[in-house]
T-cell receptor, first 115, second 113 residues
């Protein structure tokens, strides 16, 4: 069975500081990995996805994530935090099997950006 | 381009009343469709998914049901709402192809009084 663990339910950074949100996955087959962002009272917006091409994936809003198979990790980073990055972030995993491609989500990390 | 619409955006209902939330997708055909519930501090819970008209799979036994009367229409229903049905309901679609993400609507905030 696949699972996702997001370390830290709440991360606080200063504006201009590095953002690092951690995600570890468990999957018995090669995974597809995703990061989503959710602003208050809105749906989830796709930030980036890993689908077995380049291990370093660049997404929207200056975010990127690196797939590390040996560490079963897919951490999300941004070099310099902006106030507008304050939101909840979800890591998700799926795999190539079946016709429904369900996503398994982590519990989310709330990012606070301090001025 | 593809778009997904959910309505209403907010809903306040008394306990025991019925529920109908609707979701439609435009710009694609034969999508996979999903209903999630997001309770405060509890992440996303997949409620139902559908791979085609009339094909509904339930993930969690509960007071809710789903239907897909048309290819791009997904409806979440209840005959009698419970207090525990409160939450933020999200509809999503995907192409069903490997590695493709799910795309979410803006959600419905449901409060049960």
């Amino acid at each position: 069975a696949q699972s996702v663990t997001q370390l830290g339910s709440h991360v606080s950074v200063s504006e201009g500081a590095l953002v690092l949100l951690r995600c570890n996955y468990s999957s018995s087959v090669p995974p597809y990995l995703f990061w989503y962002v959710q602003y208050p009272n809105q749906g989830l917006q796709l930030l980036l996805k890993y689908t077995s091409a380049a291990t370093l994936v660049k997404g929207i809003n200056g975010f990127e994530a690196e797939f590390k198979k040996s560490e079963t990790s897919f951490h999300l980073t941004k070099p310099s935090a902006h106030m507008s990055d304050a939101a909840e972030y979800f890591c998700a995993v799926s795999y190539s099997g079946g016709s429904n491609y369900k996503l398994t989500f982590g519990k989310g990390t709330l990012l606070t950006v301090n001025p | 381009s593809q778009t997904i619409h959910q309505w209403p955006a907010t809903l306040v209902q008394p306990v025991g009343s019925p529920l109908s939330l609707e979701c439609t997708v435009e710009g694609t055909s034969n999508p996979n469709l999903y209903w999630y519930r997001q309770a405060a501090g509890r992440g996303l819970q997949l409620l139902f998914y559908s791979v085609g008209i009339g094909q509904i799979s339930s993930e969690v036994p509960q007071n809710l049901s789903a239907s897909r009367p048309q290819d791009r229409q997904f409806i979440l229903s209840s005959k009698k709402l419970l207090l525990s049905d409160s939450g933020f309901y999200l509809c999503a679609w995907s192409s069903g192809q490997g590695g493709q993400p799910q795309h979410f609507g803006d959600g419905t905030r449901l409060s049960i009084l």
